[in-house]
Nanobody, 122 residues
Framework: VYLEESGGASVHSGESLRLSCVASGSPFTSYAMGWFRQAPGKEREFVASIGWGGDRIYYSDSVKGRFTISRDTAKNTIYLQMNSLKSDDTGVYYC????????????????WGQGTQVTVSS
């Protein structure tokens, strides 16, 4: 699977941003997809995942209520709508795939994208 992220930018606290990830190379409905992020000097962490059918969704506690993950099967694309951004949300955001959304929430990942930078300034 080849994953290409886009939508990263520099914004101010409280603003919104939407990330996109286009998948190619394998049937889009055969795997779960999600987002991870890595802040400078920190380990990569899980953000959100969505099952192949769109009915299983998981969020990290740090983004729950502010971020929304969704997928458009017709476009082979997932999105991460990020609202009420904080400086702690700064980092490189990576698109990922795994067999199940639940296992991705535990950190299991089969494929990674190259990442897109999100910078939130106060």
């Amino acid at each position: 699977v080849y994953l290409e992220e886009s939508g990263g930018a520099s914004v101010h606290s409280g603003e919104s941003l939407r990330l996109s990830c286009v998948a190619s190379g394998s049937p889009f409905t055969s795997y779960a997809m999600g987002w991870f992020r890595q802040a400078p000097g920190k380990e990569r962490e899980f953000v959100a995942s969505i099952g192949w059918g769109g009915d299983r969704i998981y969020y990290s506690d740090s983004v729950k209520g502010r971020f929304t993950i969704s997928r458009d099967t017709a476009k082979n694309t997932i999105y991460l709508q990020m609202n009420s951004l904080k400086s702690d949300d700064t980092g490189v955001y990576y698109c990922a795939t795994d067999r199940y959304a639940r296992t991705m929430a535990r950190g299991d990942v089969e494929s990674w994208g190259q990442g897109t930078q999100v910078t939130v300034s106060s």
